[in-house]
């Protein structure tokens, strides 16, 4: 199994989040996370998010809307 979040969390950690876009509401994901780097686009769903509170409490990285 691919370690999807754990990647995701390496990824933001190593600096490369750029930002983060809300899902549309007719949409299963509640982010998607944009990367420098392929793939750009990392869909999360919402009850997943708590995987990343901590992490992006203290990132700072404005959302796009």
Known sequence: M???HNRCLQRIRSGELLGIE???PDSEYALILL?????YRRPIRAHS???YAEVL???GIRSKK
Do not use: D
């Open 2 to 4: 691919y370690p999807y």
């Open 22 to 24: 809300q899902a549309p």
């Open 35 to 39: 990367f420098r780097t392929y793939p």
């Open 49 to 51: 998010l708590w995987r």
């Open 57 to 59: 409490k203290g990132e």
